[in-house]
T-cell receptor, first 117, second 117 residues
Framework: NAGVTQTPKFRILKIGQSMTLQCTQDMNHNYMYWYRQDPGMGLKLIYYSVGAGITDKGEVPNGYNVSRSTTEDFPLRLELAAPSQTSVYFC????????????????FGQGTRLTVV | AQTVTQSQPEMSVQEAETVTLSCTYDTSESDYYLFWYKQPPSRQMILVIRQEAYKQQNATENRFSVNFQKAAKSFSLKISDSQLGDAAMYFCAYRREGETSGSRLTFGEGTQLTVNP
């Protein structure tokens, strides 16, 4: 079972470069999320999506863009990399039901460690 | 906005002993879930235990149990018979229920648990 797959696992970027972090899930989950985790800190929500074609900002969206053209994929785009974007990035997905005692839990990918120098 | 606070950046416990990790949260909602996640050095986010706000009974999962005090907005994790494999970063997390919020998770800043042999 693949679950949530993130690529790449590690990346070093130079200031001003751009890149896309890929996230794919094979569980047909409607909800998908991007979080970042700075050293010694908890995860903060960047963007989320409740279905194909629908995205919304989280707590820390500046400097990032997302798209959700399919249920499976939720890429995160960094247009002009800055040192402040050095972090570990996690993608997560969640299925149904979304409420009640049997509400589904989130599945996390293994993370992408990004360093901007 | 919801906030989650973990006031213990680091904790240590002797193998086979019991340790309690603290978490407080702030919300005006009545329908929510609380979670404890474990993050070992592999970075994988592992769900340890969850608590539904409408349930008065504290959740338990084998050696892990919680003390949920809704009025005090407190949610502590007790690990009994600590094992070396329990050493990790532990995150407390909150999830508000409801479609408009995207069912996002809000995380505390984490507690690094060391288990001494």
């Amino acid at each position: 079972n693949a679950g949530v797959t993130q690529t790449p696992k590690f990346r070093i970027l130079k200031i001003g470069q751009s890149m896309t972090l890929q996230c794919t899930q094979d569980m047909n989950h409607n909800y998908m999320y991007w979080y970042r985790q700075d050293p010694g800190m908890g995860l903060k929500l960047i963007y989320y999506s409740v279905g194909a074609g629908i995205t919304d900002k989280g707590e820390v969206p500046n400097g990032y863009n997302v798209s959700r053209s399919t249920t499976e994929d939720f890429p995160l785009r960094l247009e002009l990399a800055a040192p402040s974007q050095t972090s570990v990035y996690f993608c997560a997905s969640r299925g149904l039901p979304t409420r009640g005692p049997n509400s589904a839990e989130a599945f996390f990918g293994q993370g992408t460690r990004l360093t901007v120098v | 906005a919801q906030t989650v606070t973990q006031s213990q950046p680091e904790m240590s416990v002797q193998e086979a002993e019991t340790v309690t990790l603290s978490c407080t949260y702030d919300t005006s909602e009545s329908d929510y879930y609380l979670f404890w996640y474990k993050q070992p050095p592999s970075r994988q986010m592992i769900l340890v235990i969850r608590q539904e706000a409408y349930k008065q009974q504290n959740a338990t999962e084998n050696r892990f149990s919680v003390n949920f005090q809704k009025a005090a907005k407190s949610f502590s994790l007790k690990i009994s018979d600590s094992q070396l494999g329990d050493a990790a970063m532990y995150f407390c997390a909150y999830r508000r229920e409801g479609e408009t919020s995207g069912s996002r998770l809000t995380f505390g800043e984490g507690t690094q648990l060391t288990v001494n042999p």
